[in-house]
């Protein structure tokens, strides 16, 4: 069974997350808070998320996108917007309390920002949910094409089975170029912080749990610029933990991946 | 001209004046005489105070005053004046002719003639002027002089080949020689562009305190009509491979104001650099800036040279060689962290494609929890920051990022502190919430290293400063080898002011007297200073994303300003850092026969001295074979050894040092020497007339140019030293005399016309 090199940050981790009634987590909410209605697409432009300006702090950053005619065919909520803000406030936490990191901790989680923005480019961790239904014009694509090959670091999660085909052809849109390459253990992103020992996770989908990668110049030796978690949704595990609907050990296992990804991102 | 007015005056020259002393030689017959006109001249008052006539006083006084002045001269002139001179007795005495032999002799600088013709017609046969006036009067000895002084039995053997003048040594040589001897002098013949290393003075010491005057004879002229001279050049002697240099040349001349001149640098015969350069006025030193790339490894002879111009009196100044070791190996930084952050991320890939520089990451990610990056294996770092001295100078830089001083213990800054002053490292704290004022580091050893002034932090501030701020270059860092961003210093002022802000957190303004300030933003902030500080330097960078001039939107994906700003930083940061065995000549360049001084220090791994070392210098000539030698330890300063080895045939010599204690290999080091025979002889050629009339000066003899040199032989005669007889010269027939006399009678006789008086 995979365990952690540094277990010992659990007990603070769990104290402070899973536990009903401790201040931490519980004092954050605020608005936006999870399951609240977020605007139409229509009103992205004026809707304010309560983006932090730069300070120089760590600040995780949700990558908002336009999904084209499938928002009305599904009639769903807003794929890049799932497990909002909660995820990223959550982790923020975990980060901040068991790494010497100093992120942000808004009530918010972190930012949220479109692909093309300028801004974007001051926040060099992004991740994105649902990339399933990921579209992009061609100022997102070069927007991304130019943060990542500055040194941006992208995480792709939240996303199975034919998924896949749109998230390669948008990404291709990106880095024409590009090759999604698996990861395996051996990675250093997989040990960046935590030990981690498998990369074998619950198959939340039902399909197997895979790690993909895309690297500087499509080399393996090189820096890793994004990370996709196939038929994963470590995301969710983020924004629950603090209920108690996942078992402690799965939720462990995301904030080591989570950890892991913002360490390696930051020293790769 | 004035000397000549004087001699047809007085009959002598003024130094035949100022060596005789005045007497009066008068026969009885001249008393006699002289008695007489001085009653002629009472009789000549009496008269003049009785006449009345039609004259007035005043006439009368005139005329009287005429009158008794005549008679006064010739009663002057009846006393027999004479000067009292000691004179060399002829053929009784010895005099050193010391002649240049070195290459300047042959600049052709006066009328075309090169200064050499005038020891060949003055001195180079018996029956040449110069020479057979001084045998006549003197045994003569003559000497050659340039890097070496001999003495030669004709002036025909002089080659005027000699690469180096020695004055000093050439006057030392020639007196002890003549020491045994009756000396009436020593003359010396030059253009006296003496480029000795050692003082004249001490030279000349001896032949105050013996009385042995100097005459010299400068050759050439004193000042150049057209000449553009390489005067000086900048450059370090190793580098690490890729380097980007930017060497300092200063150029000088006369008579090119306001002409453009090329100036280039070539890499063995490559060019590798040329820049236009307006030149200022005369005499005015003009100093530029060439930026080229050390991009070939091994000891490489550059040249810096200035295109010749038309006209010009001397055009091999115009360039001058130096040698640089361009080493290709790696030079280890510790990158100590606190807290992950960007910044991390950014420098190491900023940093990764340059071979000579190994980074190496310790990042607390975690308590007690470090991450390490580019480590040369699993023993190295294990437990943190060291807590050995000889762990931490293991490596050549430190950068400091966000880690807060109490995670240190006080050895630990103590041994930081160190690593710059004692071991010579250089250091580099990065701005964070965690370094500087911010990170507690006032009032410890660190802080004393540090170039700039930490400003106290408010104890009641939670938030801290924050500013964005652009950044702009100051005069210094517009030609900075470390903020050279671009490839000319144009064109690097103007990168600087268009790259995106960054953020500080540290509000520092002040830098230390004796710092340099580099950058800057407005409010006075300070963004990058440095300054020496014991063995090593510091640097102060207070800002906390420099990853901002990589990342941000406004800069395009290709743009490499924020590598080739780091890069350059942290190779400058170890620039000139020194190893444990560190290997130095006395110069890099040396005349064939030249005797070369090595000398090395080394030092333990802790970079305390060693006085107990074995230690070995081997020669490698150009033909290949060695010379090994044993070297001594100076007992002059601790950790110093040196031994001694006379170059050979031109070319390069190679000279590696090994230091060992107890058998165990300590470390190594090489240094080069070319051996050729150098150009100095043609800078700063013009004569130098100012050392030469100080020799003579300040030994009782004169100085003379190739035109007044004719009365060299007369006045030695009166002024050297040696067996002399006392001789007098008679004054009574000095011209001015019978000109005074007539010239007194004519004014008696143009008065009284000019009065109507009878």
């Not at chain 1, 001051?122 to 649902?130: Q, V």
């Not at chain 2, 040698?323 to 290709?328: P, S, T």
């Not at chain 2, 990158?335 to 980074?359: C, H, S």
């Not at chain 2, 620039?575 to 333990?604: C, F, H, I, K, N």
């Amino acid at each position: 069974m995979r365990r952690f090199a540094a277990r010992r940050w659990l007990p603070f981790a769990a104290a402070a997350i899973l536990v009903p009634g401790i201040a931490g987590l519980a004092a954050l909410a605020a608005p936006p808070a999870a399951g609240a209605p977020l605007p139409a697409m229509d009103e992205y432009d004026e809707y304010d998320f309560g983006n932090t300006a730069y300070d120089g702090r760590f600040v995780f950053v949700r990558l908002r996108y336009d999904m084209g005619f499938s928002r009305g065919f599904f009639q769903r909520d807003l794929p890049w917007a799932h497990d909002y803000p909660l995820a990223e406030r959550n982790l923020s936490r975990i980060l901040e309390s068991v790494t010497s990191l100093d992120p942000y901790l808004g009530q918010n989680g972190g930012n949220v920002l479109t692909l093309d923005d300028p801004e974007l480019h001051r926040f060099p961790f992004a991740y994105m949910s649902e990339p399933g239904y990921w579209t992009l014009n061609e100022e997102e694509a070069r927007g991304l094409r130019e943060y990542l090959l500055k040194g941006g670091f992208l995480v792709f999660d939240d996303f199975r089975g034919d998924h896949w085909y749109n998230f390669e052809q948008q990404l291709r849109r990106v880095l024409p170029g590009a090759r999604l390459l698996p990861l395996d253990i051996t990675h250093p992103i997989f040990h960046a912080f935590f030990g981690i020992e498998t990369l074998e996770m619950y198959e939340m989908y039902g399909l197997p749990v895979e790690f993909y990668g895309v690297f500087e110049d499509n080399d393996p030796a090189g820096r890793l610029m994004i990370i996709a978690n196939y038929n994963n949704d470590i995301g969710e595990y983020w924004e629950y933990s603090d209920t108690g609907w996942y078992p402690v050990d799965l939720t462990n296992d995301s904030y080591e991946f989570g950890v892991n990804y913002v360490i390696y991102a930051m020293t790769h | 001209m004035f000397e000549s007015l004087f001699e047809f005056l007085f009959k002598y020259r003024p130094l035949i004046f100022d060596q005789g002393a005045f007497a009066l030689r008068a026969s009885w017959f001249g008393l006699l005489a002289a008695g007489a006109a001085a009653a002629g001249a009472y009789l000549t008052f009496r008269t003049y105070l009785q006449v009345r006539g039609n004259s007035r006083p005043l006439d009368r006084a005139v005329l009287c005053g005429i009158r008794i002045a005549a008679l006064a001269v010739v009663a002057f002139c009846l006393l027999r004046p004479v000067l009292v001179l000691s004179s060399v007795v002829p053929q009784e005495n010895f005099l050193g002719v010391l002649i240049d032999d070195s290459r300047s002799m042959q600049i052709a600088d006066t009328d075309e003639t090169p200064r050499l013709d005038f020891v060949r017609e003055q001195l180079g046969t018996p029956e040449s002027a110069l020479r057979s006036a001084l045998a006549d009067r003197f045994a003569l000895r003559f000497f050659r002089f340039s890097s070496e002084t001999d003495r030669v039995a004709a002036v025909d053997e002089l080659e005027y080949a000699g690469s180096r003048t020695h004055v000093g040594q050439a006057l030392e040589r020639a007196h002890d020689e003549l020491s045994g001897v009756p000396l009436s002098g020593l003359v010396v013949v030059s253009d006296g562009a003496d480029n000795a290393d050692g003082g004249l003075g001490e030279a000349l010491l001896p032949l105050q305190a013996s009385g042995v005057p100097v005459f010299t004879v400068g050759l050439g002229e004193e000042e150049y009509e057209r000449d553009i001279q390489m005067n000086r050049v900048d450059m370090p002697r190793r580098v690490l491979k890729g380097a980007s240099l930017a060497v300092d040349l200063v150029v000088t001349h006369r008579g090119y104001r306001g002409e453009s001149v090329t100036v280039q640098v070539e890499d063995e015969g490559r060019i590798v650099a040329t820049q236009e350069v307006v030149l200022p006025a005369d005499g005015e030193p003009e100093t530029v800036r060439m930026r080229f790339t050390a991009a070939e490894e091994g000891p490489r002879l550059y040249s810096f040279s200035v295109a010749p111009q038309p006209g010009e009196m001397v055009t091999r100044n115009n360039v001058r060689q130096g040698l640089m070791v361009v080493e290709d190996r790696r030079r280890k930084i510790l990158y100590f962290e606190g807290e992950p952050r960007w910044e991390v991320k950014f420098l190491l890939r900023g940093v990764d494609d340059d071979e000579n520089l190994q980074v190496t990451l310790l990042q607390r990610t975690a308590e007690n929890k470090f991450f390490r990056v580019n480590v040369d294996g699993p023993d190295e770092l294990p437990g943190g920051f060291p807590t050995q001295r000889a762990d931490l100078f293991d490596y050549s830089g430190l950068v400091l990022g966000s880690i807060e001083a109490n995670h240190f213990t006080p050895d630990q800054l103590r041994m930081i502190a160190d690593f710059v002053n004692r071991r010579g490292g250089g250091l580099l704290m990065l701005g964070s919430h965690r370094s500087f004022a911010e990170g507690g580091y006032a009032g410890t050893p660190v802080a004393d290293v540090l170039p700039v002034v930490l400003p106290a932090v408010p104890a009641d501030s939670e938030e801290g400063f924050f500013a964005e701020v652009k950044v702009s270059a100051t005069r210094a860092g517009e030609s900075h080898a470390a903020t050279q961003i671009a490839d000319t210093e144009e064109a690097s002022a103007a990168r600087w002011d268009t790259l995106p802000p960054v953020t500080v957190v540290n509000p520092i303004t002040e830098a230390k007297p004796g710092a340099t300030v580099l950058l800057t933003a407005p409010d006075d902030l300070v963004i990058l200073a440095f300054q020496r500080y014991g063995a090593g330097k510091s640097l102060a960078l207070p800002i906390q994303d420099s990853w901002m001039w990589q990342m941000h939107a406004d800069v395009p994906v290709e743009d490499e300003t924020h590598e080739t700003f780091w890069r350059r930083l942290l190779r400058w940061v170890v620039d000139g850092v020194p190893e444990q065995v560190a290997v130095e000549l006395s110069s890099d360049r040396a005349e064939p026969e030249e005797v070369v001084t090595v000398t090395a220090t080394v030092v333990d791994p802790r970079f305390e001295e060693l006085n107990n070392s074995a230690v070995v210098a081997v020669v490698t000539r150009p033909d290949g074979s060695v010379i090994e030698r044993q070297m001594e330890w100076t007992a002059e300063r601790d950790g110093e050894y040196r031994t001694t080895f006379t170059a050979g045939g031109e070319g390069f010599y190679e000279v590696h040092v090994e230091a060992s204690t107890g058998g165990e290999l300590l470390g190594e080091d090489a240094a080069y020497l070319q051996v050729a025979a150098g150009d100095s002889e043609f800078y700063d050629s013009t004569m130098r007339g100012s050392l030469l009339r100080r020799m003579a000066d300040d030994t009782g003899g004169r100085f003379y140019t190739s035109d007044t040199a004719a009365a060299l032989a007369e006045d030695i005669q009166y002024v050297g030293g040696g067996v002399t007889v006392v001789e007098e010269r008679d004054l009574w027939d000095m011209p001015f005399l019978l000109l005074l006399l007539a010239g007194l009678i004519l004014g008696e006789w143009g008065y009284r016309r000019f009065r109507g008086l009878a």
